[in-house]
């Protein structure tokens, strides 16, 4: 039986074999508790009760371009901060056949529940500045050399309100959270659509070997390599189904700007995580008018 490794360890460094979650379930969302301030340390909850005081005057911070600001603005939002959330996780470890294409469920939960957790303290830091939602949302993993086994995963947007007081939280009472970028929001809103919520699935899939004989027949022949595609088509497929399964629990009318991140985060190149994530939107009007392009000409050369 063949063990999974990060690049660059030797067998004597490997880690406990943590206990096998079911590859067929789905992971699930990190609770969120409107007010709470759960995982958010001190100097975060200081830093808050700072932007209130600043949102009461008007000021404000953002990561927001400024062409983002402006159409942002124009839609009828103001942007309150810039809110974030982080979870530095430690990922657990999972045996698999050297031969054996499966999805590994440890994996798989380790790296949603933590983006999770990050997104759910993104939303809690704009839930205390009475934010409708936070546009803009990076998520970026980051990795240090003190900790192998460790990964810190990050959340962070620009909180914003609307103008004229209407509500347009997601329907669980959450924030709602936006990927798009300042551009897309603001047309998306001109169009008659407005978005509830990131969602996103995930899948951290074990792709077997090629046997030795399988491989001699194949030397110097075009021919597809069916357990290669099949075990990518499955993880793709995992981590779509259950981003649209999100989108159905928001009662989403659909889902814009999707795409599928590939990486495989050290853990050896047959290991590798397909992650879907894109931001689900509902109408907001009967009518959708769509603004025609207008050409532009560039006046520099």
Known sequence: MGFLKRDGEDDAQAPVQAAPAPPGDAPHQAAYEAGSLAGIPDSGIE?????????ARGFFTSDLSVNEFLLVKQAGFEPLGLVLGSSIYHIGFQQAMWNQSQELGVLTQAMYHARELAMTRMEEEADQLGADGIVGVRLDIGRYEWGAD????IAVGTAVRHRGGELHRAPNGRPFTSDLSGQDFATLL???YRPVGMVMGNCVYHVGRQGMLASLKQVGRNVEMPNYTQALYE???LAMERMQREADELRAG?????RIVERSHGWGSHVIEFFAIGTGVVATSA???IEKPTMVLPLSG
């Open 235 to 237: 993880a793709r497929e």
């Open 190 to 192: 001109r169009a008659g």
């Open 150 to 153: 460790l990964a810190e995963f």
């Open 287 to 289: 009518e959708h008018e």
């Open 47 to 55: 830093r808050i009760e700072r932007m209130k005081q600043e949102v």
């Open 254 to 258: 659909g889902i814009v700007g999707a």
